[in-house]
């Protein structure tokens, strides 16, 4: 039987991470499974609770939203450990949703017991503030965390300059996309493939819109191992919605560093 420790930031999303473990605990420890809770003072704090967890050789569980996910995935990369992603709010974690994860407690808790670990990627990010992300990195407006944040970064567009696996393309627009699953705003491939947590490759959108007008692609989307941004004026941007200073950032996919259980 597996033995878990849950990773929780308790101020997150209204406690909904916490709010989220109570019914799912009860679950796996009905089940005959040892949980054990560990409430984080933020995300530095989660990702040394979490490699603790797993030298414990323990089933890390990242209870909570896109940032909470992305630190755990930085703590247990590369390490062979497994761990569990438990959504703390809808719509809050797009790794959860990308992988078909169940959000009722019962199915979740039976998918965490009996559920294989399989690899997928991660996405290593070299900038001002390094950071391993799960789901995508979002440069210029799309970083902004409030509504009037986002409305207030798209009136002015920034000259992208983008490489992608040694190719150089210049795009102006208000956001750039750097995905590692699927996620809100990643434009349709079209004929190309789909955007995948396990196909060892990044892909990166540039998307324009300003205040008022929809969001749209501009140009192709980009794929890769490997990219470099940077603009042509400061732009910040968010590694799984962790916001962190302005360009310019390298990006690239460690193929199959992390084992989900999904």
């Not at 019914?23 to 603790?52: C, I, M, N, T």
């Amino acid at each position: 039987m597996r033995r878990f420790t849950a990773i929780v930031n308790p101020a997150a999303g209204r406690a909904a991470g916490a709010a989220a473990l109570i019914p799912l605990a009860r679950a796996l420890r009905g089940a005959g499974a040892q949980v054990e809770a560990e409430y984080s003072r933020g995300f530095g704090h989660a990702a040394a609770l979490a490699g603790r967890a797993a030298d414990a050789g323990r089933t890390v569980l990242a209870v909570g939203g896109d940032g909470m996910a992305g630190t755990v995935a930085g703590a247990l990369a590369g390490t062979g450990a497994v761990c569990g992603l438990v959504p703390g709010a809808v719509g809050r974690n797009a790794v959860a949703r990308a992988l078909g994860l169940p959000r009722a407690s019962e199915e979740l808790a039976e998918l965490l017991l009996h559920g294989e670990p399989r690899p997928v990627d991660v996405l290593r990010v070299a900038g001002a503030a390094p950071a391993v992300a799960l789901g995508a990195v979002w440069i210029g407006a799309g970083a902004a965390r409030t509504a009037a944040g986002r409305a207030l970064a798209s009136r002015r567009s920034a000259l992208f300059r983008i490489t992608v696996d040694g190719t150089p393309y210049e795009m102006r627009g208000h956001t750039v996309l750097v995905a590692n699953a699927p996620c809100p705003g990643v434009p349709s491939p079209g004929s190309g493939p789909e955007v995948r947590l396990d196909d060892g490759a990044l892909d990166v959108a540039v998307l324009g819109g300003g205040p008022g007008r929809p969001t749209r692609a501009r140009g192709d989307l980009l794929r890769g191992r490997g990219v470099h941004v940077e603009a042509d004026r400061p732009v910040p941007y968010a590694a799984d919605g962790i916001p962190a200073p302005d360009l310019p950032l390298t990006a690239r996919v460690l193929p199959a560093a992390l084992h989900v259980l999904r």
